[in-house]
């Protein structure tokens, strides 16, 4: 979302700039339209890079982070990415509903934790065990499990096999659903936190308001 953001940021900016350039270098400067059109993409260009190289360092700043390890979360997000897209393109090769199951949750799991880590970049290093080989297992293991679904011949090697994969799967899913309680760990630590901190404002303001009532009361 962020990333959504400084992108119609900088063309809201770099628009009306070079077109402004553009009509200034025509009537004001006298330069060939052609001349001109290729300076105006020049400037568009390189004000879109010089901004885009201040966003990143604001949100380097903002993340307390340094270039480089911002750059490899954003690299091991795509990749990632790319990995949920594959585990996706699975659904149809699996037949088994036990498996259909087992892909779709490990599918919405990988999502979520996807979603929440790039939002917070910073929560990587909670789930760093998801990106480097969890996701993978579950890749690697439901497309193993989709060349095997898919054999013509079923003997009992084929069968034992497909319930070991099976079996692997659960496992896979019960890690990736770990990973996501490492991804939520921090917010679920604040948000009790901020709940123990209005419980005790109301505790300390209840006996003030018991006080009040108590007076009404005695007027009564």
Do not use: C
Request: charged residues 25%.
């Amino acid at each position: 979302m962020q990333e959504v953001k400084q992108f119609f940021q900088r063309h809201f900016i770099l628009a009306p700039v070079s077109f402004g350039s553009w009509l200034t270098l025509i009537f004001a400067a006298g330069i060939n339209p052609f001349m001109a059109t290729g300076m105006m993409i020049a400037i568009y260009l390189g004000g879109n890079f010089t901004i885009k190289q201040i966003q990143l360092n604001s949100s380097v700043k903002q993340l307390g982070m340094s270039r480089s390890e911002y750059k490899h979360i954003k690299m091991q997000i795509s990749e990632a990415n790319g990995k949920i897209k594959k585990l996706n393109s699975l659904y149809g090769q699996v037949r088994s509903v036990q498996a259909f199951k087992q892909v779709y949750e490990m599918n919405n799991l990988a999502r979520r934790i996807l979603q929440i880590v790039r939002k917070n970049p910073k929560k990587f290093y909670h789930v760093e065990k998801f990106f480097y080989s969890h996701l993978d297992s579950a890749v690697e293991l439901t497309s193993k499990y989709a060349i095997l679904v898919n054999q013509p011949l079923k003997d009992q090697e084929i069968r034992l096999a497909l319930q070991q994969t099976r079996e692997t799967l659960t496992d896979v899913n019960k890690q990736l659903e770990q990973d996501l309680r490492g991804a939520l760990a921090t917010d679920i630590e604040q948000l009790q936190l901020e709940l123990d901190y209005v419980g005790v404002t109301m505790n300390k303001n209840k006996p003030l308001l018991e006080m009040k009532g108590d007076l009404r009361n005695d007027r009564k």
